[in-house]
């Protein structure tokens, strides 16, 4: 590589500054921040902390950062839902490539539209759909490509939110309300609407679904439920959701055991114990998860037919220990068990011996969505470098599975109704 790719980031928040920004101290020679834009000072505090990009490149919204001439090769589109197509449209205007985050957008006509500005200026467009970038689910594809369970059938995949992470994120959090960022099987679940359709390798053309927002309500508080946790729960010993355990005192989640990162780094900038508490006491992460405005559902399924008679089943829930993913596919010569938290494939070939691929011997980066992250923006600063192109999750294989979410979510809210995707 001559030069490092150099990137502005539109959102420095979470996924912005914490999770792909960080590749930069990884890999200085391929990734250098130039710019910025947060509505939120502490935010562009650390970008300028961190990465050293001066205050005249830190701006105070994303239109002031798309109002200037282009900054870098590639804005890095880290806001929050309702704003990737309008920024990613402004910056390919401006010239920049553009790391999207994902979904793209929950409404079909920007995601086409921001698929023909692609196209139109010829800039790279890739979403991070990070998951294809893991060693397990590249793994898995490459079992499958090269014949190891022989003509693919059946694939079902089951993805596991975990209580906590669907009470931080889709009860208390950002993405608890479906008009204001998208609904779960788009805003979560794309990532698997994306690895099916990969998997499978050929396209989708019937989608069915089912799913409910069925625990996470009001007529289901506890007698004796506080609005907030800390303000005299009398619930809060038996609660799993209590925000206490959540935050501070569960070894696997809160600020004594996980530390400062994801999710207690979502409550404060630069959290200690005292910062969680006083976001539990005044913020939406303190509020008991019977008494939000959340809308989106708690458990999910979907039913894909693919071309080549491949059938496929995906279950979201969010009553699960862990958060991790699990994938069966079965085909004439074959089948594959996958588990990513055990980062574990098991292949069994009909007739011979079953053989393990088990990925944590091959060593390496396994934090940040199973390695995926930081995969992701390897492959993306190479394909920049090199000039661009379509990459693994271009826009256009990214627009066909959002049309596969947003078709089963249309799916649900009918009752189940199976949708063809041509006519959708
Ligand atoms: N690829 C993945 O696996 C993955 C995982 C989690 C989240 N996401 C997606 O990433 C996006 C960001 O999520 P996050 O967790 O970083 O959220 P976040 O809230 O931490 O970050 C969004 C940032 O945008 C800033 N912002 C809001 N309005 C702005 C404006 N007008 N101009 C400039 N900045 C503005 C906010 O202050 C915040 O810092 C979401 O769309 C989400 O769906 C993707």
């Known amino acids: 590589m001559l030069r490092p790719v150099t990137f502005a980031i539109c959102g420095c928040g979470d996924r912005g500054l914490d999770a792909y920004a960080p590749y930069q101290t990884l890999h200085p020679e391929e990734m250098s921040i ?5 509505v939120r000072p502490e935010r562009l505090a650390l970008l300028r902390e961190r990465y050293g990009v001066p205050p005249e490149m830190c701006f105070a919204s994303d239109g002031e950062l798309l109002a200037q001439p282009r900054l870098a090769d590639v804005m890095l589109v880290s806001t929050l839902d309702r704003r990737h197509v309008s920024n990613a449209l402004a ?10 985050e994902k979904p793209i957008s929950p409404s079909l006509e920007e995601c086409r539209a921001l698929q023909k500005k692609a196209h139109e200026t010829g800039r790279t467009v890739v979403v991070c759909h990070v998951l294809r970038y893991t060693r397990f689910y590249a793994a898995l594809e490459d079992l499958l490509r090269r014949g190891a369970v022989g003509k693919i059938e059946t694939i079902d995949a089951v993805e596991h939110v975990a209580y906590w992470h669907q009470a931080h994120s889709f009860v208390r959090g950002n993405w608890r309300r479906s008009d204001e960022t998208s609904p779960m099987i788009l805003q979560k679940s794309c990532h698997d609407m994306d690895i099916l359709r990969w998997l499978a390798g050929e396209p989708c053309l019937k989608v069915q679904s089912f799913g409910s927002l069925d625990y996470f309500t009001a007529e289901n508080a506890p007698e004796g439920a506080a609005e907030r946790c800390l303000d005299g729960c009398r619930c809060r010993d038996a609660c799993p959701y209590d925000a206490e355990k959540i935050y501070i005192t569960d070894p696997r989640t809160g600020i004594r055991g996980r530390g400062k990162d994801w999710p207690c780094g979502v409550l404060a900038s630069e959290p200690d114990e005292d910062k969680i508490r006083a976001a539990l006491r005044e913020g939406p992460y303190g509020r008991c998860v019977f008494r939000c405005d959340n809308s989106v559902v708690d458990h999910q399924t979907v039913n894909l037919e693919f071309a080549n008679h491949i059938y496929a089943t995906f279950t979201m829930t969010a009553f ?6 699990t994938v069966k596919v079965t085909g004439t010569r074959g089948e ?5 938290e055990a980062n574990v494939l098991r292949l069994r070939p009909f007739g011979g011996r079953e053989e393990t691929v088990d990925l944590n011997r091959e060593g390496g980066q396994f934090s940040g969505h199973g390695g995926g992250d930081f995969g992701l923006m ?36 009918n009752g189940g109704q199976t949708i063809t995707l041509s006519e959708f």
Do not use: N, P, W
């Open 320 to 325: 699960t220990q862990s958060c991790h993913r």
């Open 336 to 340: 594959i068990e996958g588990d990513m």
């Open 91 to 100: 910056a390919l205007d401006k010239g920049y490539h553009v790391l999207l």
């Open 378 to 413: 390897s492959s993306f600063c190479k394909l920049i470098a090199q000039g661009g192109g379509a990459g693994l999750t271009g826009i256009d294989a990214s627009v066909e599975s959002h049309v596969m979410a947003l078709a089963a979510e249309a799916s649900r809210l």
């Open 34 to 38: 130039t710019a910025g834009a947060d």
